[in-house]
């Protein structure tokens, strides 16, 4: 595991701006990565008395997650002290990390990485231009024009898959404006793609990475649902699913390229397990809120407000699940309400990200996620894949006897 780290500002008051509204009222659990000999990463839970490790009792996050309650499990174990929660969330976001310290890691391990795409209408309307305007941000404003007057902001209220959307496509196809994104938009089938291989994810205060041959591309701050091997939502965490418009805009069949690359998918800072104090209501209410801050003195908010979905949760849930098994869970971006269309550079020319762009993603429930863009090419490379983290635990004496 490289401990390369990102430059990212400290605030004075940067704990708060990590943990969620409620602070530690939650039970939030996540991942660090544990020096000593050997080191490697450990499952953590975040209590006032600060940040202990679980690792003895659940080696991995599959494998807590996949507990009957998750949230009650952690209760009854102690664990091991290892740091205090002020100290934890400075060295994950720190211009210099003490390497002798723990960092925040993603807090997902053996769970594959999937995204719902096209979940909210106003970021479908994006995709449409994507489309017709070939991954060329110059053609997008004049064809925005076009395509709103001809389908509106109506779309929100039609409910996928229902005999209202099926007439809107019919009458879309006769104007000869029908695409995929519409397809899955407002079709009975949701668009569930993988968006990074298992361990592949960063975490809060990590490098982020956009492809060096990308010119229009964008943060998308998102929900995201961490999924055990039955199917039942644990808990939620945020994310970062960033996309490559120009890239995606040649082709859907490239979506491959515009979202699966190194470091281009960040999680964290934690996973809030389902609790007395937080649940499927919380989350079908929450507002993701985004903030990028350039070198060039650039900023960019935005919001993703659950309430917009166009798909529920648990139905997203159930057509990753309808056809395939995920014995190790998984974690699923919903989908983002955001697609910035506002200039940075030259008129027409929408907003691409620059090196450097600070990403801040936070919620109410769920804390604050930041990390800096850099290309993927000169991110740290992913290298502690499934042979090294199991190799890892077994050198720590962590799979005798464990459930796994």
Known sequence: MSSTTTALPV?????????????LAGTLVGRVWRAGAPAGPSVVVLRPEGVFD?????????????????????????GELLCSVEGLLDNSGSARRDDSAPWLLAPC???????AGVTFASSMIERVIEEQAGGDPSRAQGLRSQVLALIGTSLADI??????????????????????????????????????????????????????????????PEVVLAVNSRGGIAGAALGNDVNLRDIEGRSALLLGKAKDNNASCAI???????????????????????????????????????????????DLVAQTTACHQYPDGFMLFLGTLFAPTEDRDEPGGGFTHKLGDVVTIHSHWLGGLQNRVTHCEAAPPWRFG??????NLAARGLLQGARL
């Open 268 to 314: 964290g800072p934690f996973i809030r397990l389902f609790d007395d104090s937080f649940g499927l209501d919380q989350l079908r209410r929450e507002t993701v809120h985004l903030h990028v801050v350039g070198d060039d003195g650039f900023t960019l908010r935005g919001i993703n407000t659950m309430a917009s979905i166009s798909r529920d949760p648990v």
């Open 109 to 115: 391990d053996l769970q594959v990485v999937k995204a």
């Open 159 to 220: 409910r996928p898959g229902s005999p209202q959307a099926q007439a809107l496509k019919q009458l879309l196809q006769q104007q000869k404006l029908w695409s995929q994104y519409l397809e899955v938009g407002i079709g009975p089938d949701a668009e569930v793609f993988t968006k990074a291989p298992v361990l592949a994810a960063v975490g809060h205060g990590q490098d982020i990475g956009i492809r060096a041959d990308s010119r229009w591309n964008n943060p998308e």
């Open 54 to 78: 679980l690792s003895r009792h659940f080696p991995t996050m599959s494998t807590l997650l996949d507990t009957a309650q998750p949230a009650q499990a952690v209760r009854s174990v102690p």
């Open 11 to 23: 605030r004075a008051d940067g704990m708060h701006t990590v943990l969620p509204q409620d602070g």
């Open 386 to 391: 499934l042979r090294a983290l199991f190799g």
